[in-house]
């Protein structure tokens, strides 16, 4: 059973930075598409950024030059670095994993969710 599990959300001061982690379970496909998700208030989820079993990245507009994801293979776990935050980032940030390497970058395409951790972005 997969199980994917978030931690380091909190709230910090616009221009702060966090590090969100998401622990991997009982997931072994040797292809994979890891990503994060966001979604704010009365908003649809949206991504934020993916990485692939090639250590290939995407990132989408809000995140690029802001944002990193990469994963530590021997703990298992997802990362994303966010620097230069800003109160629009203000979401509950999700971790999923796809067995496809490849796909649109959109939530249908993950089958696995984690619970979420509340980044809260203050002005």
């Known amino acids: 059973q997969v199980q994917l599990l978030e931690s380091g959300g909190g709230t910090v001061q616009a221009g702060g930075a966090l590090r969100l982690s998401c622990e991997v379970s009982?997931?072994?496909?040797?292809?994979?598409?890891m990503a994060w998700f966001r979604q704010a208030p009365g908003k649809e989820r949206e991504a934020v950024a993916s990485i692939d079993n090639y250590g290939d990245t995407v990132y989408t507009d809000s995140a690029k030059g802001r944002f990193t994801i990469f994963q530590d293979d021997a703990k298992k776990t997802l990362y994303l670095k966010m620097n230069s935050l800003k109160p629009e980032d203000t979401a509950i940030y999700y971790c999923?994993?796809?067995?496809?390497?490849?796909?649109?970058?959109?939530?249908?395409?993950?089958?696995?969710w984690g619970q979420g951790t509340q980044v809260t972005v203050s002005s």
């Open positions: 999923a994993a796809s067995p496809w390497s490849c796909g649109q970058l959109s939530p249908p395409e993950f089958d696995w």
């Open positions: 009982g997931f072994h496909d040797i292809s994979y598409r």
